[in-house]
T-cell receptor, first 114, second 112 residues
């Protein structure tokens, strides 16, 4: 499968714990995006990378959230001291820049904070 | 600020009829407008996109129109089929940020 992959697909954690998600983009894509999606809403932009550089972080992203893409390939999103409001689907997407700008999404990681 | 409004939030149409979903955007410099379809429990999938240098694009039963002056764009699905039932999201790019902002989605129900 040469599409975007994410791991894990599901995560249940207790409030206050830290969690880390991984995204593997399409191999030739240099841009990688993280989104959060709650029920009945569209994906909300969190942050994005071009190669290993993090170019923008949303104001939605509190300092408990951190993302990395150390080698310009896969990326990790860490949430520290999780809260119940963090429960959501975390989606990753990738694209090639400069190019058609089309973003291809991964299957997402569904997080439930108890 | 950066904003994409989408209407309606829910739409039910009889199988075989047409469906239209409308979106407006806030940044007059936006130049890329994709539409995604998301089935329950699955990832968003791109179904069609349009750039600001054209006013309309069609792909089989799906078409998108863009009115840059009014800052709105629409998705048209003709001859709807049961498999068209899903949530549809419009999105718009925001110049300088190279990111896209999504609307809240339209849940489309195709009635038998």
């Amino acid at each position: 499968d040469t599409g975007v992959s994410q791991d894990p697909r599901h995560k249940i954690t207790k409030r206050g714990q830290n969690v880390t998600f991984r995204c593997d983009p399409i191999s030739e894509h240099n841009r990688l995006y993280w989104y959060r999606q709650t029920l009945g809403q569209g994906p909300e932009f969190l942050t994005y990378f071009q190669n290993e550089a993090q170019l923008e972080k949303s104001r939605l992203l509190s300092d408990r959230f951190s993302a990395e893409r150390p080698k310009g390939s896969f990326s990790t999103l860490e949430i520290q001291r999780t809260e119940q409001g963090d429960s959501a689907m975390y989606l990753c997407a990738s694209s090639f820049f400069p190019g058609l700008e089309t973003q291809y999404f991964g299957p997402g990681t569904r997080l439930l904070v108890l | 600020g950066e904003n994409v409004e989408q209407h309606p939030s829910t739409l039910s149409v009889q199988e075989g009829d047409s469906a239209v979903i409308k979106c407006t955007y806030s940044d007059s410099a936006s130049n890329y407008f994709p539409w995604y379809k998301q089935e329950l429990g699955k990832r968003p999938q791109l179904i069609i996109d349009i750039r600001s240098n054209v006013g309309e694009k069609k792909d089989q039963r799906i078409a998108v129109t863009l009115n840059k002056t009014a800052k709105h764009f629409s998705l048209h699905i003709t001859e709807t089929q049961p498999e068209d039932s899903a949530v549809y999201f419009c999105a718009a790019s925001f110049t300088g940020d190279d990111k896209i902002i999504f609307g809240k989605g339209t849940r489309l129900h195709i009635l038998p």
